[in-house]
DNA sequence: CATATGATTCCA
DNA sequence: GGAATCATATGA
């Protein structure tokens, strides 16, 4: 029989939205039979952060990022995708990470695809329905890290109206997988080539 | 009420 | 490089 860890409980969320963006760098996500493993994330925190949306304050769309951590914030981008965040540290912080990418592990289709924000979320079925659910019980939850992973450093992506907030390097990725969305431009933490040694 | 825009993806 | 596509945020 296979041992399989409980999943990651509040303490774990109830964090600054830059630790647990980076702990969650191949950390496994399962919804609905589908599992799979996180290789891409941004830490957005607060009012403060012109590049979160908690800039806004509290509105009807921020609702689930200003509540309590452990939740999750998804939210409509483009007119036609969505973004599936994890809600951190402390009730009316507005800190969020977003899953940005991962590696379907079980229940996909053979060629699904979950290297982007809009694609993950898709894949997994997190869509809006799931806006202020709870990753503490239920169906959807995350289940800790195992082993070793080499965490590479970037700007976040999609940004630049944020002025130097789109600048500050709260964008973690697992520097061997080859399932991140874009490479970063910076030299250091670049994920494997898969053309070059 | 009117209008601009976005934590993206896909196509030319 | 540009379009798709619409809920939200913002200002009149």
Known sequence: MTFSPPPLALPFFARDALVV???????????????????????????????????????????????????AYVFLVYGMYECFNVVCNE????????????????????????DGPGKLARAMKLGRALDGASLLEGDLHLLPREGRVRIGVSARVGVAYAGTWADKPWRFFDRDSDHVSRPPKSAIGRPRSKGHP
Request: proline share 5%; hydrophobic share 40%.
């Open 21 to 71: 963006a980076r702990a969650l760098i191949g950390a496994r996500i399962v919804h609905r039979g589908k599992v799979a493993r996180i290789v891409e994330t941004e830490a957005y925190r607060g009012p403060k952060d012109l590049a979160c949306h908690a800039r806004a304050g509290l509105t009807k769309r921020t609702r689930a990022l200003f509540g309590p951590p452990g939740r």
């Open 91 to 114: 009730e009316g912080s507005g800190h969020a990470v977003l899953l940005r990418a991962a590696e379907p592990l079980g229940g996909f289709d053979e060629r699904t695809e979950a």
